[in-house]
């Protein structure tokens, strides 16, 4: 039909590119917060009502504008933040492309009272749909106030996608908790329906700020985690892997001072935790990366909530291998300031049986009871020790005494941990020792089962699996590590695949865990006195010894103090 396309008129056009950055009314608070951080404000005091729809309010002490800016402000791409596209590969303010408050005013009534710092008078604005109606000479103090009213009045079919006033009310929080957690020495307040809900003075403390924001017991399990290199610095805080949420709603993230979202980011912080998190758990906390801004290109979305990387794939291994480093140093873990070259009981010249579990194999108790020289008679503990062996409960957790409370291990998970930690020393040393069985096991595997096996069958090689096919389903393993025994290797193998993940340097850690779990003490097994002091000396010894190599924590201690207000003693 001839004379069909016609170009739209202004006012549709403004409405239809507010859509992109004006999404509910979170999106306008985090516009107007990011303006007053631009302008140097060390005081931001936010009033809400109605969910962000009736109103949102942003005042600061920043520097404020004269009446041409404030006039030339709710221009589309008007901005005082570039200048060509040259600019934009230096960007370092958080506002930019000139769309905020343009759009912002095209689908609600503004009004904006600014003062230019060092100026006498002040400016006043009303906007109306995207229309001035009104700019005077106006009493206000330095900086900026902006009072949005009416959010989509004039565009109903925007307004009725929105979602409760409650729902819109939480995303204005979170908003705010996502922008002040990472500016410390800026003040911010914010008042909900007459009623403060925020208030966080400034700090010259992250650590403080995050209190502020997350809450104290929140805060309580993050731990510090920092990487530097020339090209690009990460610090964070980020939780244990014990203590994850089902969403990664709290995971977040940050690129120079942008809050962003980002799924190659968030995969390469899952992929340094690998085992230790389970399928669709996630860690909490907080992560900035800072790069230069010429590796950053930051004008790829309408609502600056996406990034893009030059050399994306060297920002996630670096960011993965960040993430590795510190579960290995294992910040939670408070060591066990006991001494132990002295604790292990010592054996009465009174005569008697020797116990039988002080004579395990190698393969039932991995070695423990090694190197303890055993004699003939009755378990006496020396008087004054810094820790002492109380006993077993369900034959799982082994009880000790120490001077500040009650430590109890999970058997199975400090020798999965040993087991593991040796396993890796022993591969990175010299490789993994291998037998070769008299007669090759056999082991039946389904068809993904065999998929997989045919992707990881060099990497099990690395660990002393020689396995091949033998024809319809059927599998011949043929070399196997030498502690394995080789009536448990296909369960074992099955086991492998079963767990397996995608990325190698994780996979190989997979097998060892799998390997490490299948041969350590099980739950149940009773164990003596000098097993159980054996075996913390060992724990206290092994490398990120505080979980288990699948996130299971090896112990726990309870303080004194807390036994004594259960009690009712304290």
């Not at 408050?101 to 609600?108: E, G, T, W």
């Not at 992707?455 to 319809?472: K, N």
């Not at 079963?498 to 799998?514: C, F, I, K, Q």
Request: hydrophobic share 40%; aromatic share 8%.
């Amino acid at each position: 039909m001839a004379g069909s396309i016609r170009v739209l008129p202004p006012r549709v056009i403004d409405q239809i590119a507010a859509g992109e950055v004006v999404e509910r009314p979170a999106s306008v608070l985090k516009e107007l917060l990011e303006n007053s951080l631009d302008a140097g404000a060390s005081t931001v005091e936010v009033r809400a009502a109605g969910g962000g729809i009736d109103l949102i309010e942003v005042s600061d002490n920043g520097s404020g504008m004269d009446r041409v800016d404030a006039v030339e402000a709710f221009k589309r791409h008007a901005t005082s933040k570039i200048r060509s596209l040259e600019d934009l590969a230096r960007l370092s303010s958080l506002g930019f492309r000139g769309e905020a408050l343009s759009s912002i005013a095209s689908v609600s009534r503004v009004e904006l009272l600014t003062r230019f710092r060092g100026e006498q008078e002040g400016t006043r604005v009303i906007v109306e749909a995207g229309v001035i109606k009104e700019v005077t000479a106006w009493g206000a103090p330095e900086g900026t106030l902006v009072r949005v009213e009416g959010l989509f009045y004039n565009v109903p079919a925007r307004r009725k996608f929105l979602r409760t006033q409650a729902t819109e009310a939480h995303h204005l929080k979170e908003t705010m908790e996502r922008i002040g957690v990472l500016h410390p020495g800026v003040g911010f307040s914010y008042q909900y329906e007459d009623r403060k809900s925020l208030q966080w003075p400034c700090t010259d403390q992250w650590a403080q700020r995050l209190r502020q924001v997350l809450g104290q017991e929140h805060f309580s399990r993050l731990f510090l985690m920092e990487c530097s290199q020339r090209w690009c610095k990460i610090r964070g805080y980020i939780s244990d892997p014990n203590y994850n949420r089902p969403t990664a709603s709290e995971l977040w993230l940050y690129v120079n001072n942008r809050a962003i979202q980002d799924r190659l980011l968030l995969g390469a912080v899952l992929r340094g935790y690998g085992q230790l998190l389970d399928r669709g758990r996630y860690p909490t906390g907080v992560i900035c990366l800072e790069l230069s801004p010429q590796e950053v290109d930051v004008n790829v979305h309408p609502a600056k909530r996406e990034v893009r990387f030059r050399d994306p794939r060297r920002v996630q291994e670096e960011l993965y291998l960040c993430v590795k480093r510190f579960l290995r140093e294992q910040p939670w873990v408070r060591p066990l300031d006991i001494s132990l070259g002295s604790s292990i009981p010592r054996i009465s010249e009174n005569t008697g049986a020797i116990p039988k579990n002080l004579a395990l194999g190698l393969r039932e108790w991995g070695g423990f009871s090694q190197g303890l020289e055993v004699q003939q008679g009755l378990r006496e503990w020396e008087q004054g020790q810094s820790i002492r062996y109380v006993g077993q409960a369900q034959g799982t957790y082994l009880i000790f005494e120490t001077q500040e409370g009650l430590l109890l291990v999970d058997q199975h998970a400090a020798h999965e941990r040993i087991l593991f930690e040796e396993l890796k020393a022993q591969r990175e040393k010299q490789g993994t020792p291998s037998q070769r069985p008299l007669l090759a096991e056999l082991v039946q595997l389904d068809p993904p089962q065999e998929e997989i096996l045919e992707g990881i069958r060099f990497r099990l090689a690395e660990l002393g699996w020689v396995v091949e096919p033998f024809g319809s389903g059927h599998w011949r393993i043929l070399s196997l590590p030498l502690w394995v025994d080789p009536a448990q290797a296909p369960k074992l193998l099955k086991e492998i695949l079963d767990t397996r993940s995608g990325n190698r340097a994780v996979e190989l850690e997979s097998v060892l865990a799998s390997l490490a779990c299948r041969e350590a003490v099980k739950a149940g097994k009773k164990i003596g006195p000098m097993e159980a002091m054996d075996l913390l000396d060992r724990m206290r010894k092994t490398p990120a010894w505080g979980l288990c190599p699948h996130g299971r924590p090896v112990y726990i201690q309870i303080p004194f103090s807390e036994l004594r207000r259960r009690f009712g003693r304290s």
